[in-house]
């Protein structure tokens, strides 16, 4: 797997599924609702899009996928106390 076809295919999923994360999801849920349905099926939806793209296989799509969404959460959790 070539380091250009991963930033590509980890811009390509969030540029998919943040939006709607941001901006529709909120309509359906709030708090601990929000984050616990919006996250799953975000991270469903990236598993889908990174097999299709890389054509990684699902177990390693799930991972990477998986990998991605800790290190945002965890740099969200750095981040956020300045933003407020």
Do not use: D, H
């Not at 998986?66 to 969200?76: C, E, I, Q, V």
């Amino acid at each position: 797997m070539k380091p250009e076809q991963v930033l590509f295919a980890g811009l390509f999923t969030s540029t998919c599924t943040i939006p709607y994360l941001w901006f529709v999801m909120p309509s359906l849920w709030t708090g601990n609702e929000l984050i616990l349905w919006g996250e799953l099926i975000v991270f469903g939806v990236e598993i889908v899009i990174l097999n299709g793209v890389l054509k990684l296989g699902w177990k390693r799509s799930l991972w990477l996928s998986l990998m991605a969404n800790l290190a945002s959460y965890g740099l969200g959790l750095i981040v956020m106390p300045y933003l407020q």
